[in-house]
Every structure is written in C-alpha cells, then in structure tokens.
C-alpha cells in the first residue's frame, strides 16, 4: 500500500519542499544582507565617529604635576620650599563603612584628633571621588604598617606628594602666605580664567601672599603623560609625554634679618613696619604683627585652630600693613606744609602764634594743640619738628579741602599702591565731592580743620604712609612697593630682574622740598619730637611721628595715656628715611596702643635703619622710655 | 592492515568535502581570533584545539550514523529531555536567577542544550513516520510537541534558548509543509500578543530589549557591552585594526570577547572584508546544507539537513545580530567562532547529520 498509492503525492510534496527551500535560502539571504548591512553602517558610515570613540578609550591623558617655585629672600634664603612626604589618603566613594575604617586606621597608626577633624571638614568640603587627606608626612614605619594592611582597607592610599615647607616661621606669613588645598571657589575662579586644566595635576593652590599672588609664576605648567590604559583604567604604556614646566623661583628685595630685627624690636607690641628702598619701591621688610603658623594650612587646618587664629582679639590674619586703615594723623604734616608751599599758601618763614587752639571765624569751638598752651612762634620747619596742629588748622583752612584732596592725591593716598600682593586696602582720602557720592551730606569747614591734621574721615594703611614718604624722600616719584625683585627659571638657573614700576613723577619745586626735609630732619636732632630714638645715630634720619587715635576725647577733656586701658591708647606712627641727604630706605611704623610715636614707633624704625645702614644688630631697645610727646 | 585502511576510507567516506572544507575554514579563522582575543594565552589556544578535536571526532561520528539510526534515536530523546525539564523544574539549581542547570554530582548540565537536536529529530521523525498521510491533526500535534520543551525552557526562565528552540521546531514545520495560512494566522496571534508577551517578560529581559534600543541610557550598566562591541567592530573600518592589534579588544574594553563577543574583536581587527568573508562563509554552508537537503532520498533527511542549516544560521545572525547591536543581548555564542567546547560539539555534532544524510543516499528509507 505505502509502495504504490503515495508516489505522485510524494513527487508533489517534493515540488513543494523545493519551494519552501527556496524561500527558506532566500530568508537566509534576507538576514545576511541585514549584517552586512549593519556592518557597513558601523564599519564604514560610522567609522570617524567611532574610532575616535575607541581611541578616547584607550588612552588617558596623566597630569604631571611641576614643581613650584622657591621663594627667597635677597640673599638666596629660603623661605618657601618644596619636600615630597607620604600621605594616608582616603576615597570616600571605596570606602564602605567610613568609620570602621577610621577605626580600624586608628589601630595602625596614631591618628590625632586634630588631624581626624581637619579629615572630617576636608571630606565635608569635597566630592566623594575626591582622595582626602587623613594624615600626612607618614614616617617609614607608618608607610609600611599600612601597606601591609592595605588589602583590608578599601579605598585607602599612601601617596607621595609635593608639600610646601615655610621655614622662616610666622614673621614672614604675611609676605609669604602660604598655600592650601584647591577648593570650590578655587575651582569657579580657574574656570573662569580658563586655567582650569592646568591645575588637574595639582592639589594645592596658593591662598594668600606671594604665594596668592604669583600663583600663575610660582605654580608652572603642568604636564602630561599619553597613557593607553586599559578597561580598568591600569595603565598599560606610556605613548607620549609633555613634560611639565617647573614654576619660577622668586627672589625678594626682602633681607630676612632686617625683618627679624624689625620683627624684633616690636618687642611685646602689635602692629605693622614697612621699609622700602625709595630708588626702587623694593620692600626691604614688612612686618605685621602677630604672624601665625603657615605651614597649619598646607594640607587643610583643623577647624579648631582655624577658628582660634579667625576669632583672636589679637587677628593674626589680618596683614596690617596692607589692610590696617589708621588716620594717619601727623604723619601727614610734611606733605601739607608741602602742599602749602607748591600751592603759594606758605613761604617758609612765614609764622603763627599757637596759642594752643584754634577757632573757625564765627564760631567758639576750639580745636585744640595736643601741647597745651600751644608753641607760640611756629615757622614752618618748627610746624614739622614740633608737630604743631594749629599751624596746619589754619593752612588747612586757607587751602581748603578739594585743593587738599587734589594734592594728597598726586602722593599715592586713597589710592592701592600697587604692591605685588592681593587685597590691599584702598584707605580713604576725603573730599566734597567723596562725601557728597557717600553720605549725601556737605561738607563743613571745621572737618577741614581736622583734616588738615590727619584725623577725621583720614584713612591710611602704613603701606601708602611709606609709599607717600617714599617720594618725599626721592624728590616725587611715585614708585609703587614691589616685594619680588627677581625671577629664575630653574631650567636656565638665569635670573631675571623684575622692573620696578613707577607711576609718574609729581611736579615739584625742589626749594620747597628742601624746607620740608629739613623740618623732618629737624624732627630728630635735638628738640624735635624723635630726637630721643634718633640720638647718637651715625647717620642722619628724616621723620615724622604721628598718633592715631582710637576712642575720641571729649571736648574739654584730656588724653591721659595712664588713665586708659592699653587697648584703648592712640596707636603710635612714625614715617621716616635715611640717610636724610640721600635715602636709601624708608620706614613707615604703626604701633598698635603704642601710645606715642616718638615712644615706640620711632625707636622701632631706628633699630631697622641702624641695622641696615650699619649693620648693627639693637641690644634690648627699651620701648617705654620716650618722652609722650608728638 | 589493508582492513585498518579500508575501514578508515569508509568512514572518510562519509564526510562531505564541501562542508568539511568550510567548517575547516571557520574554525581555523576561530583559532586566529580566540588567540587573539585570549592575549594569545597557551590554555585558551590549546583548551580551543582540543574542544575542535572533540568536535571534529564527533562529526565524523554522527557523520557514519546512517540517517534511519538517528531518526530512531528521535523519540527516546525527546521524552529524555522533556522529562529532564520538568526535573530541572523541580529540582533545578538556580544561578543567576534563573532555574536551567541539573546538578548531576560532578558536572552541572543545562537539559535545554539536549532539546536543541533532540526536537528537530522527534519532530522529523514524527512527518516522516506519517509522511503518507500528513494531515492537519499532525501539524496540531507536531505543534504541541514544540510547545512543551519551549514553554519549559521559557518558564526557566531562559528566553534565548527557548527562542532559539522554537525557532529550529517552527522551521521543521515549516518545510514540513505547514500550510500557508496558518502560518500567516499563527503570526497575526504572535504580533497580537506582543504587547501581553512585553508584560511576561522579566525586569532584565525588558531592560535588554530597552537597552537595545538606546544603550547610551545607561553606559556602565546594561549598555556597556553593546556599547563596547559597536565601538569595536565600528573602529574597525574597512579593513581592520589587524591580527592583535585591535585596541578594544587587547585592552579589555571588549566582554566576554572569547565567547559571546568574538565577532567584535573580529570585526575590530579584521573589518567589514573581514565580516563579508565570514557571512559568505556562513552563506556558503547554509548553501551547502540546503542542496544536501534537496537531494536527500528520506523526508527525515530532507526536513533536518534543511532545519539544522538554517538553524545553523539562525545562531549565526542572532549572535552577530546583537554583538553589532540591532538584536538584544542574549547568551547566544557564534556557530565555529566561539570559544566553548559544549556549542561546538553540539554544532558539529549537526554537521555530522547533516553529513550523514548527504552521504547515506543509497540506503533508503524504512
């Protein structure tokens, strides 16, 4: 039955399975032109894009962070410097239980409760793939303890990194500064600046002082290495390198010992010294007292100290020497007998009688002498050497404030100096027209008066007193202070000059210049009010002392530096150059609560003159001898 | 020894020269590329050999298995493996989520591997045994034959396999004669519940069809390897990175690239004339395959010649077919590319039938 029956069905069930392979071939065929298809889109179509997809992932570029630059003193000494140290660092993102790794780390090592707190704000601060540092300058021993326990801490690293070291303490934090760990801001500030990939090999960013700002200079260019890595990021080779450029090394007309000796002779007092060399606006020492430690904040301050230096009575942080804002009080009166004399208001042996006050027409208010029963005949040389405030009421009153402001102006006051550090203060030169902008309110003669004596809306940093006696002391030019003298390359080991900037020249009549240098130099020989610090010395010093005053006394009243608590007394000034008949070093002095300037700013200067010009070292100066006067 | 020899030049004998030549072809391109993606690793070249010499000796093995052995060998499989499953469903040990291994003390055994010839040799089995009376009952029981192992593989829940099973049973149908109309019915019913069969589906298998259509949503996770493998093969170019020097695969960034992707460090290294040789020569075979099946003298010979190419190719397309990204990824390895021994032996295992069957035409059926 199956033999004969099915042969024709069998012939067209064979036709027909023919068939079905045929669509079944031609099904294949279908499928095979969908993978080439998708090939030749991949493989050709998209090729440019992808193989740059591939080569993105192969290789990955390595920032070499440079080295950054020295920082020394005029005589090489160096005050900032780079030493490599062994640091725990902790990635917060590897971690999985942050404490019991700290706990855990804790047993190894010895971990300090500062150091876990300046760990706990750091990590507050950062990102969590970001490495944090834990501790720092691990000892051989430490290094080894965690290396051989580093298979149970995830996410836990000892890593050689570049620190900085300030070696000549707190004096110098004010020039110095110091640096610390890019932060946020840090981060806003270099991409704005477009900067920002050069610092992805760095983790410190300078903070404050040169360091701040010759960050572009100090930092260098960073390098970096082609790397082809492989899947889990390990680098496989090296394809390529752009070595990084190592940071310029900075020179300072600074002379570290006469900062010590200024430093020094401030004794037990607060306040800032500044000295420049007024040929160049060189700062030969700048001293703002108290200092504080930099080297706290290189790698991240725990948040007690920081608080303890930002919450001080005392405010280490604060550079008074750029941002200290004092009337400058008599230390103005050599630029107003000046103005005096330029403006035809004056001729030199024109005299007043000081009757110990002085009143506006009209009007009984007396402004008073600080001598009471004022100098009685006062020639203008004697205004200088005896400080005489009625003499300069009355040259204030007939010169009036806009032609003051206008004069005061051409030597630097209310204005930034220029010097190579950030965030000076301005200060404040007042006029009509500035408390018109400011208060909306006239102006009223008898804050004439008072201007013409340094007090009222007044408002000097000791810098721009230097700056403003720096040109008295070089016949008008307006030389901006410079700390930095010279740059280095370290790959050409070459020095090279940095140009002091000079802002123009003030046209004045060097007769009249004559007068008023010889009523300062008048203020240290016998009879004036610095004659006490300035005896014996073997050169001739030109000065002027002044005193700001910090509570008001009332009309009627007194000052009595006995009666007041220290904090309370007149900070002491004193601006002077030497040697008087060719300067080659200015110093402008405040001493906080120092009282008087002849007191205890005049003798601090001379101790910085006397080393400079003589090179001799000051025994115990004894700040509490001179005479209250000024 | 004249006897020795004789016996060797007829079991050669079995072996077709075409098909011989093309695999032989394939798996010395395999080689080159398993070296290659391995680093060059001595185990993995010589793990890679001996799972070909295996391969090839049990080819030639099912190769000398006349056709009307294997056809009986059909239903005693087939039940094997069903009863297997529904073992595994009930005493299965579960990895990765999913219940598919049998744990036999020393080795781990996955029964839906078996189901993969055992359903293409019962159902072939099964027309031949009515082929005089085909009527519409057998298509019906044929079709509920297909569905036990491929609900059981589904259930596992392993959609690839059971997809790739259904697949070789709806081919065998297929050239069985299945009428037109129900096919055209059976996929209006399929087309239809796609969106209830898109609610069945696992979280993970939804997320491979969605990262399928857009890998870049989730770069490190589940887009990774298409992401890596597109790259790879799109690199590539015209010609290719050369033997090793494939950049996406030396470095790692290729998964799995000894076994599922392979064909991305081929493509990488040898590029689209790399990728046009191997589809030829994929075309080549299931040409090959199809013509045995045409002049086969059985309709068991006809039916698995025909389903066993083109589910032959089947596997091809869906390995490339995802490793270049148009299909989701499913654990599927490249047919004679692939690094593992198991695949290979089972696919040579079918080369071996379908050598028999184009070498057995003189001993006709029953």
Known sequence: MKAVAPLKDLDRELARFHARLKIGAAFVVVLAGVLLGRAYHLQVVQHEFFTQRAESNRISLVPVAPNRGLILDRKGRILAENYSAYTLEITRAQVADLDATLAEIGKLIEITPGQLRRFRRLLSESHEFETVPLKSRLSDEEVAIIAAHRYRLPGVEVKARLFRNYQAGPGMAHVVGFIGRINDRDLKRLREQNIEHNYRGSVHIGKTGLEQSYETLLHGRTGFDQMETDASGRAVRMLSRIPPVPGKDLRLHLDLDLQAVAEQAFGDYLGGLVALDPRTGGVLALVSKPGFDPNLFVDGIDPETWKALNESPERPMVNRVLRGIYPPGSTIKPLMALAGLELGLRKPADSIVDPGYYSLPGSSHQFRDWKRGGHGVVDLRRSISQSCDVYYYRLAVDMGIDRMHDFLEQFGLGQKTGIDLEGESAGLLPSRDWKKRRWNKPWYPGETVIAGIGQGYHLTTPLQLATMTAMLANGGRHVEPRLVEALRDPLTAHWQPVPGAVRGQVAIKPENLAVVREGMLDVTRPGGTAARAAAGAPYSIAGKTGTAQVVGIRQGARYDEKRLAREHRDHALFIAYAPAENPTIVVAVMVENGGSGSGTAAPIARAVFDYYLTGKRPGAVNLETGNATD | ?366
Do not use: C
């Open chain 2, 1 to 366: 020894m004249p006897r020795i020899s004789h016996w060797i030049v007829r079991r050669l004998s079995h072996l077709d020269g075409t098909l011989l030549l093309l695999v032989l072809l394939l798996l010395g391109i395999s080689l080159a590329v398993v070296a290659s993606a391995s680093g060059q690793s001595p185990a993995r070249i010589t793990g890679h050999l001996v799972n070909i010499g295996l391969a090839l000796g049990v080819m030639m093995l099912f190769a000398n298995i006349p056709p009307h052995l294997l056809a009986r060998a059909g239903l005693p499989l087939y039940v094997a493996g069903v009863a297997l499953l529904v073992a595994v469903a009930l005493f299965g040990e579960i990895r990765n989520g999913s219940r598919r291994w049998l744990n036999l003390g020393v080795i781990a055994f996955q029964p839906s591997e078996l189901l993969k010839l055992a359903l293409p040799l019962m159902l072939a089995w099964y027309f031949q045994q009515h082929e005089a009376v085909l009527r519409a009952k057998h298509y019906a029981v044929a079709a509920v034959l297909l569905l036990v192992p491929f609900v059981l593989i589904l259930r596992q829940p392993d959609l690839g396999t059971s997809l790739m099973i259904g697949a070789s049973g709806f081919y065998l149908l297929f050239f069985a004669g299945l009428p037109w109309k129900v096919i055209a019915g059976g996929g209006a019913l399929v087309a239809a519940s796609l969106p209830l069969a898109w609610n069945l589906l696992h979280d993970y298998q939804q997320r491979r069809v969605l990262t399928l259509l857009d890998p870049g949503a989730d770069p490190l996770g589940a887009g990774y390897h298409i992401i890596q493998s597109t790259i790879a093969i799109g690199s590539g170019g015209l010609f290719g990175k050369g033997w090793t020097h494939g950049t996406q695969n030396q470095l790692d960034f290729i998964p799995e690239r000894t076994t599922d992707f392979v064909f991305a460090v081929f493509g990488e290294e040898f590029g689209l004339a790399g990728v046009v040789v191997l589809v030829a020569l994929y075309l080549a075979l299931v040409a090959r395959g199809l013509v045995i099946s045409a002049r086969a003298p059985t309709l068991f010979g006809r039916l698995m010649a025909a389903t066993l190419s083109l589910n032959l190719f089947t596997y091809a397309f869906v390995n490339m077919g995802m490793v270049s990204g148009v299909l989701p990824v499913v654990g599927v390895p490249l047919p004679f590319m692939s690094y593992g021994g198991t695949a290979l032996v089972t696919l040579m295992l079918g080369v071996g039938i379908l050598m028999s069957v184009a070498t057995h035409r003189q001993l006709n059926k029953t």
